[in-house]
Every structure is written in C-alpha cells, then in structure tokens.
C-alpha cells in the first residue's frame, strides 16, 4: 500500500510539471486527484494489517529491498526535473542548488546504510560459518524435527554414531529408527514439548535415553536432549553405549564372583532377603544350602592354583545344573558355595534334602584338571527358613549344619534343628 501510495504522489507530481495548465478529467483536475489519493492511502498505512509476511520478503531479503527502495524516491525526483526540463520549463538555480544538495545528502546517507549492512551481512555469514563448523565438528548428532515429527536437518556426526548418511534421513519421521521398548517415552516427550510450542509457552528442555538401530543392524544407546526450536523441535544425540557397556559391567563386578560368575554374598543375601518377603500362605518356605569343598586345599596345594580355579568353575557349573533354573547359587568365597531354594504357590519342589544329595553326587564325580584328575567331596548343611527369620540368620543356621557335616566325617549332609513343620509331605526326610 506504501509503494502504491508513492507512485500516485509520484504521478500527481509529474502531472503538474508536464502540464503548464492543470489538466481536468471530466471536471476533476487530475493533479489534485492523485495527491489527494496519495495522501489518503499515506494515512492509510499504519492501520493496514500485515507486513514482511505479507508480501512475501524473507528476512534476509528485506534489508536489501530497504536499501534500494530508498533509491526511489531520488530516482523520481530526477525524472521529474529531467522532464521538466525536456518540456521547454524554466530551471530555478536555487530549486536546482536545494534539490541538488538534498540528493547528495539523500545519496550519501544511503551509501552509509548499505556500507553497514554489507557489513552486517559479512559478520552474520562469518557467524554462521563458524557455528556450521561447531555443528558439522560435534560428536553429537544434531536433529532439527518440525512440530509435526518430520526431519529437516541432521549433522554429518550421523554417519560416524549411526552410519547412516544424512540425506537419506531427512524427510523422514519420528519414532526413527527406535527401539520399540522406548519409541513411547520418547514420542512422549515429544508431544510434551509440541504441546508447549503451540501456545508459546516454552518450558525447558527433555532428556531421552532410547535405543536406536544403526546401520549395521546393531542398538546404540543414546542419550538426548529436546529443546524448542524455531522451526520446531532440535535434538542433540550423544552415544553412550559405551559408557552403559562399562555400567552394566561394574555392576555386575560388584554383585557376582569374578571367578565363576556366580552371584557374590551381597547379591546372594538381597535373594534370600526377597524369597522371604515374597513368602505367602500355601508355599514352600525357602531353604539355603551351604556347602563346602572337602579336600580342595589339597587339590589346589598340589596342582597350583590356576588348577584350583579351573576345579571351581567346573564345580559352579555342577551346582547350577544340579538346581532348578528359579534357583539362586552363589559363591561366597574361597570353596564355599551356597544355594536358595525356593517355594512356588501350587507346586511341591524336590525336598531339599532330595536336592542336596543330587548336589552332592555330582560334585563329587573326578574333575579333569590338565591332564590329570581331581577327586574331591562336598559337606552340605541345609536350613529351612521359619517364620520371622532374617536372611542373616538363614544363612548362618545353614553354615552351621555344614560344620556339623564336615565335623561328621565330610562327604555328609545336615540338617539345622529346630526346623519348621512340613508344608509338603515328605519335603525334609534326613
């Protein structure tokens, strides 16, 4: 409206200098017509709705489209005295000084404009430049996602975490390449996050661990965070399989035995801790088997302790095929052993004695140790828990009932006394 209210100024202005009388159209002097319309339309232009939006012009355009709009007006300016001229009107020396002066003034002042924002623009495209070179450099996948879950743009790190190439995943859609166990969080958070971006409200960001497929078919961890983005949602993915790898690992060093694998004490005893708090009316009570090795010291004295430690893993392996696969063994260290039994609602397990002496014929089978064989025995002591026990006092009544075994001659089986009444006939015969 702006550009249209300066042309018919622009038209009116002319009108009056190329024609010595003021023309009329049908009764209506045309000069005076357009400076009203001009004037009127000038008014107009506050109120008008709209703007850079309207008309098209980008951001980076509109600068420049100021610059060069600034010309007009000077442009106009000269035409309407070059025809002035060329029409046979008399020139005014103090008109020509004064238009002179206010187009060199007009003139100047736009050179400074463009002088600065050309160097504006130098600075925004070194800004630019040196944030692509933060962003294409970053180990961390960059993803910018539109409101409705459509990729625009990711970082070329994506080919070095996923191995996937970053064109082909523009244009795609979330859940992306996610583990089906956690596209439901992470759409979740993402919803979230959209829901916030439609009224404007933004809150801050959300931190997402997912799974995600790459391209050799196997899961990385990743860790993200969500945060707004002007033209939707910006995703900054970092890898840490590795780091999950070494967590899993140390926390399985610090709940299972180096040497054999098997569950330690403290794994062991939280077992126990849960079989009798899970205990209900109708079930077998848990039973803890505590065994130890007659004649290890001897085996591993002789032969050498990598020896020894070979006879132990073989004995773990015995011990856990001699259980049911519901069933907890540990070593609690050195020779020691131990084993928890536990009740189902429904079903009558093995009795445990029935259990320990299958434990014990296996264990006592000849070991092959290198090139030669190793023969040692077990004395087991069983506990059955009664009500109110704790996982301490379990699993030292069964220690006792070992001691008592090996002070029996080892090679023997005991039961720990007082012991509770039978839930299933026949459960506990010693």
Not at 61 to 80: D, E, I, K, R
Not at 114 to 127: G, K, N, P, S
Not at 300 to 324: E, F, K, P, T, Y
Not at 337 to 361: D, H, K, M
Request: aromatic residues 4%; neutral net charge.
């Amino acid at each position: 409206m702006a550009a249209v209210a300066l042309v018919v100024l622009a038209v009116s202005d002319m009108l009056r200098i190329l024609l010595p009388v003021p023309g009329t159209w049908y009764g209506v002097p045309l000069a005076a017509t357009c400076s009203m319309t001009g004037l009127l339309l000038v008014a107009a232009v506050p109120w008008m709705p709209g703007g850079v939006s309207a008309v098209g012009v980008g951001e980076r355009v509109l600068p420049v489209v100021g610059v060069v709009v600034g010309f007009v007006p000077v442009v106009v300016c000269v035409l309407a005295m070059g025809a002035h001229v060329l029409a046979g009107g008399r020139t005014d020396a103090v008109m020509m000084a004064l238009a002179g002066t206010v187009l060199l003034g007009f003139g100047a002042r736009q050179g400074i404009v463009h002088a600065d924002h050309l160097r504006i623009t130098r600075e925004v495209v070194a800004r630019e430049a040196h944030y692509r070179t933060l962003v294409d450099g970053s180990s961390d996948v960059i993803t910018i996602l539109s409101l409705d879950g459509r990729v625009l743009y990711v970082s070329p790190a994506a080919r070095h975490v996923f191995g996937h190439r970053p064109e082909d995943l523009v244009g795609a859609r979330l859940p992306l390449y996610t583990h089906p166990d956690d596209a439901t969080p992470l759409m979740q958070a993402v919803e979230r996050l959209r829901q916030e971006a439609e009224p404007g409200d933004r809150g801050p960001g959300r931190h997402v661990f997912c799974r995600v497929r790459a391209a050799d078919g196997g899961w990385r961890h990743v860790e993200s965070t969500i945060s707004h983005h002007p033209e939707g949602l910006i995703f900054s993915s970092r890898d840490v399989t590795e780091r999950v790898a070494l967590q899993a690992q140390l926390e399985r060093r610090a709940f299972h035995d180096a040497l054999t694998g098997l569950p330690n004490r403290a794994l062991f005893t939280d077992r126990v801790a849960h079989a009798l708090r899970k205990r209900t009316v109708g079930t077998t009570p848990p039973a803890v088997l505590f065994l130890d090795l007659d004649g290890f010291k001897a085996v591993n004295d002789s032969v050498g302790h990598a020896m020894g430690d070979a006879l132990l893993i073989q004995a773990a392996r015995r011990l856990q095929a001699s259980v049911r696969a519901g069933d907890t063994v540990a070593r609690l260290g050195g020779d020691e052993f131990t084993a928890l039994l536990e009740g189902e609602a429904g079903a009558c397990p093995p009795p445990a004695r029935e259990v320990a002496e299958r434990i014990l014929s296996a264990l006592t089978k000849p070991y092959r140790i290198g090139s030669t064989d190793a023969v040692v025995s077990a004395s087991i002591g069983i506990a059955v828990a009664m009500p109110g026990i704790t996982p301490d006092d379990l699993l030292d009544h069964a220690d006792q009932a070992m001691y008592e075994a090996k002070s029996a001659g080892k090679g023997r089986i005991r039961m720990h006394h007082p012991q509770p009444q039978d839930v299933c006939s026949g459960m506990l015969n010693h």
